[in-house]
């Protein structure tokens, strides 16, 4: 067995095994038990009680987090001459169309995020193959294709994200950084989970929120006791 380091022991018992914290209980804990020397990211891990390999059961959508991510958001928008301008002055970080199509053909996709028009979408179709894999691919449902892409583009840069449960059941995703105060990490937990909780499905059957657990990008897990989100 591995010997813990002195950061680990300092922590190991602060996290009591089995036992479920209150939601601002954990994004008070999350910041006590991450000792890394950079700005770790506060990940949130819901496990639900869905069948995602039925269509009827699929869980997806976005949510905008009150205290936005912390992290730099880089937005491509792929979009017509005429809405160049508003897209830039929203905040976008590349704007453009056919020479980033071009790009993307040649394998460039350093973005996280690409928001486009729906009368684009027929030269974007193609780079499916390219972007899909790295979960790039604009979505009407995600709020990625839409014609007004100056609010698209602000709302991410803002702190809107998109979020899928997996074939697991687990939906997991970023809620903000261990520099954040307690406050805001809970605030934008509880976002995050009421928006999750509006969006069960009609089909799933027995108990929704299964568990929730807190953690960083180094940290062990922490169990939040569903009801405290409530």
């Known amino acids: 067995m591995s010997k813990l380091t002195k950061n680990q022991k300092s922590v190991a018992d602060k996290v009591e095994a089995g036992k479920a914290y209150s939601l601002m209980e954990a994004s008070e804990l999350v910041k006590e038990i991450t000792t890394t020397k950079f700005d770790a990211s506060v990940d949130i891990d819901v ?21 936005g991510t912390g992290k730099v958001t ?37 973005v996280d995020v690409i928001i486009t028009m729906p009368s684009c ?24 294709v839409t014609m007004d892409v100056a609010k698209a583009v602000k709302e991410v840069k803002q702190g ?7 074939k697991a ?42 568990s929730i657990f807190i953690s960083s990008t180094m940290s062990k897990g922490i169990k939040v006791d569903p009801k405290s989100v409530e």
């Open 160 to 166: 809107k994200i998109d979020f899928k449960v997996d």
């Open 47 to 67: 496990r639900l009680g869905v069948d995602p390999r039925k269509a009827n059961q699929m869980v997806r959508g976005v949510v905008s987090l009150p205290n």
């Open 74 to 110: 880089r937005v491509l928008c792929l979009c017509t001459p005429d809405a160049e301008a508003a897209a830039k002055e929203a905040g976008a970080d590349y704007v453009g169309l056919d020479e980033y199509i071009e790009k993307i053909k040649g394998g460039w996709t350093d």
């Open 121 to 144: 979408m027929g030269k974007i179709g193609p780079l499916g193959r390219v972007l899909g894999p790295r979960g790039l691919m604009p979505n009407p449902k995600s709020g990625t």
């Open 169 to 210: 059941g687990i939906i997991h995703t970023s809620i903000g950084k261990v520099s954040f105060t307690a406050e805001q990490i809970m605030q934008n937990a509880k976002e995050f989970i009421a928006t999750v909780i509006k969006l069960k499905p009609s089909a799933a059957k027995g108990t929704y929120i299964k």
